[in-house]
């Protein structure tokens, strides 16, 4: 990670209008960004949506950014602000997940695509990794969204 100087620099940079300065603080942020959104959205479509719709708001209103904060810690907010309004919204609507894994099968869930997409060589593997997934989004989906937030902050951003 580059000094609060250089960054600051690529900021000032990045809202003057250069391209290349926002393509860098983009590439320094994305998987941080994505990983705060999948935290707290809890589903990696959603979270890639809000990685990307971030950026875009960042990149319209950084020639507002004043600076008082560091860019991270107004991202960071923008984030998080679009991971409110993405539940909010998925809250009115109805929505129905498809399951890519039950099309494939005529006798219920299969393994073959989390293979093939996890790289996992054996099939008992791929079955417990998917249990301890699915206890891990119980665990959890049961915590408030302060504390959901909280531990991602802890656990998965090292703050």
Avoid at 82 to 103: G, H, P, S
Wanted: glycine share 4%.
């Amino acid at each position: 990670m580059a000094s609060t100087e250089e960054e600051k620099l690529l900021v000032r940079q990045a809202a003057a209008g250069d391209h290349r300065a926002f393509r860098q603080l983009v590439e320094r942020y994305q998987r941080k960004v994505f990983t705060v959104a999948n935290g707290i959205l809890r589903n990696p479509d959603h979270a890639m949506d809000v990685t990307q719709d971030a950026f875009v708001k960042v990149y319209k209103a950084l020639p507002n950014f004043k600076g008082d904060s560091q860019f991270y810690t107004w991202l960071y907010r923008i984030v998080v602000n679009l991971c409110i309004d993405k539940k909010r919204k998925a809250a009115r609507q109805a929505e129905v997940d498809y399951d890519d894994t039950l099309a494939h099968s005529s006798d219920g869930p299969s393994l073959g695509p989390m293979l093939a997409s996890t790289h996992i060589d054996s099939p008992m593997k791929a079955y417990a990794r998917r249990e301890l997934r699915v206890q891990m989004n119980e665990a959890m989906d049961a915590l408030s969204e302060a504390h959901r937030e909280i531990l991602v902050l802890r656990e998965v951003e090292g703050m």
